[in-house]
């Protein structure tokens, strides 16, 4: 662990009461290699995510966050642009027409230092705890670089952080880490063309069915930013996309 801000926001200021608060536990720690750099694929439950899966690893990790936490004006802007980049996280504008070069940049940035790079395949929240389909940004990273990519499943986390809440509340939050997954063996073993299309899709679909496993929420073929798209136009959910009664 190379950061102090880190080290100090994770033991001291806002670790400790976490612990309390919301009781996290922490289930498969030891897929998380002591050393050596890899791919932490996560489903998105909340904003707090980021926060309670930090806090339960080991090692230091580095998620790209929202160009948006960057560049907001203001006192609040700039106090959440210093907490941001003190955490050690790292601006990505999702929106822009190289967003997936960004991506590969700035994650082999942290994997070529050999740390642990955090992504939610997902790319927004889920609106409502199912696991969706996951964009295919973590699976090009993962066979451009070779690294390992590890599930990461949140489980109670949108119960203590839902969207649109500042203040947690006091729900248990529990973390299922899977196996670690080789991209290339994964790539080999179904016969697919390294860097293509077709094995990025593969690659980040299996990594979705395990955190829907790992999680016991049911799986959603839509992506999650669509999903809200059609909630906040007031039109619903699309036609096959509504949770079970």
Not at 15 to 42: D, H, M, Q, T
Not at 96 to 108: G, I, P, R, V, W
Not at 184 to 209: C, N, P, W, Y
């Amino acid at each position: 662990m190379n950061n102090n801000w880190y080290r100090f926001f994770k033991y001291v200021l806002i670790g400790p009461f976490l612990r309390v608060y919301n009781r996290p536990e922490i289930e498969g720690k030891e897929n998380i290699p002591a050393e050596g750099a890899a791919i932490c694929a996560s489903n998105h439950q909340a904003v707090m995510d980021s926060f309670y899966f930090p806090l339960l690893c080991p090692r230091q990790l580095t998620f790209p966050a929202k160009a948006e936490y960057f560049t907001s004006p203001g006192i609040s802007g700039r106090m959440q642009k210093w907490f941001f980049t003190s955490a050690g996280q790292i601006p990505l504008d999702r929106t822009a027409d190289n967003a997936m070069d960004s991506l590969m940049n700035t994650a082999k940035a942290v994997l070529d230092r050999g740390d642990l790079f955090g992504i939610y395949p997902e790319g927004s929240r889920s609106p409502d705890g199912r696991i969706y389909k996951g964009k295919t940004g973590m699976a090009y990273v993962a066979m451009e670089t070779g690294k390992p990519v590890i599930p990461v499943a949140m489980i109670g986390s949108r119960d203590a952080n839902p969207i649109g809440s500042w203040v947690p509340r006091p729900a248990k939050v529990r973390i299922k880490i899977g196996s670690p997954i080789d991209p290339i063996a994964f790539i080999k073993e179904h016969g697919l063309e390294l860097g293509s299309h077709e094995a990025a899709r593969q690659l980040t679909d299996h990594v979705m069915f395990i955190l829907a496993d790992l999680t016991g929420q049911p799986y959603v073929d839509a992506y999650a930013k669509d999903i809200k798209n059609s909630l906040e136009a007031g039109k619903g959910y699309p036609e096959g996309t509504a949770p079970s009664l």
